[in-house]
Nanobody, 123 residues
Framework: QVQLEERGGGLVQPGGSLRLSCAASRVVLDLYATAWFRQAPGKEREGVSC?????????YYQDSVKGRFTISRDNVKNTVYLQMNDLKPEDTAIYYCATDRRCSPWESDYGSWGQGTQVTVSS
């Protein structure tokens, strides 16, 4: 069974940065797509970004994060990262990583999920 563990969440002031990590076991992440989703209070879970397996092509699904968030992967550590800069209060959410065969912005397309990590942006 695939296991994904997110780390790196926390409380940060607006304009600050965080780097989330998604470490995997029982799956080789560079063979699969890995995505970051987030769910804000009272809202549906939404796709944020994805990095494809093999080609490592990156996708950003929310216009609000383009230019501020960067997804990357360390194949040696079998870990995917989400570098988040210039954080805004509207980025406050639980962030989840998920993996499956192809990148997609839809949560129903992913079969394996982590438990999530809380990101709170507040002064």
């Amino acid at each position: 069974q695939v296991q994904l563990e997110e780390r790196g969440g926390g409380l940060v002031q607006p304009g600050g940065s965080l780097r989330l990590s998604c470490a995997a076991s029982r799956v080789v992440l560079d063979l699969y797509a890995t995505a970051w989703f987030r769910q804000a209070p009272g809202k549906e879970r939404e796709g944020v970004s994805c990095i494809g397996g093999y080609d490592g092509f990156t996708y950003y699904y929310q216009d609000s994060v383009k230019g501020r968030f960067t997804i990357s992967r360390d194949n040696v550590k079998n870990t995917v990262y989400l570098q988040m800069n210039d954080l805004k209060p509207e980025d406050t959410a639980i962030y989840y990583c998920a993996t499956d065969r192809r990148c997609s912005p839809w949560e129903s397309d992913y079969g394996s999920w982590g438990q999530g990590t809380q990101v709170t942006v507040s002064s």
